[in-house]
């Protein structure tokens, strides 16, 4: 079995403000490094033989402090980055949240498709395609998978049989870690969701 961690990345200064999405040149802010550095702590213990990122400078940052106690470097997969929140990239959320949309969003998801940007489906079936193919290349191994909200909670919907349109009821936070086991032909389990206490 494949042990999936996927952890979020820490927190920035537009963290719960504004709906990042593929902005460029957003940094961890100091409470983000903090956070990284402690989920890295907490993660030191396991086997982990490898760790992605996807390709945004907050999930780097974070994936590098994670990496670092077992001497790995970060790979980088677009697939397990954030939704292209399209037009909507970067705006502040209390605008967005007046929006008509915005209900849309938070009661059917999956029939959302962001102006310019994608659908909340394709994202989820990236990001699953992309995290199978992780726990392939990895049987029997613990690899950590640093990547973005709505991404971890659209892969762990999927693995649990949850309809995409309920996905908004799982929380993650940010530095939180969520742990799927994958083994090859059986049926996945959710070992941990948005944890932030001590890992064994």
């Known amino acids: 079995m494949t042990t ?5 990345h820490a927190t920035t200064a537009a963290t719960g403000k504004r709906l990042g999405g593929w902005t460029p040149g957003v940094h961890l802010d100091e409470a983000g490094r903090e956070q990284a550095q402690a989920t890295a702590e907490r993660l030191a213990a396991l086997p982990v033989t490898a760790v992605y990122a996807s390709p945004l400078e907050r999930t780097q940052e974070t994936a590098k402090a994670i ?9 980088t997969r677009k697939a397990i980055g954030e939704v292209d929140y399209g037009e909507w990239t970067d705006k502040p959320l209390g605008q967005l949240r007046r929006r008509k949309a915005w209900a849309t969003i938070q009661a059917t998801p999956s029939r959302v498709t962001f102006p310019g940007g994608e659908s909340i489906r394709g994202a989820q079936a990236r990001a699953v395609d992309a995290t199978e193919g992780l726990a392939a290349a990895h049987p ?19 693995h649990l ?8 009821r799982l929380v993650i936070a940010p530095a939180s870690v ?10 996945p389990s959710l070992l941990r969701c948005n944890d932030t ?3 064994a």
């Open 178 to 187: 969520t742990v799927l086991g994958l083994p090859q032909g059986g049926p």
């Open 161 to 168: 049989g949850m309809p995409l349109d309920t996905f908004q």
């Open 197 to 199: 206490g001590a890992l």
């Open 67 to 75: 990496a670092k106690p077992h001497g790995l470097r970060v790979r």
């Open 140 to 158: 029997e191994e613990t690899i950590v998978v640093v990547s973005h909200a709505d991404v971890i909670k659209a892969v762990v919907a999927h």
């Open 4 to 8: 999936l961690v996927l952890v979020r």
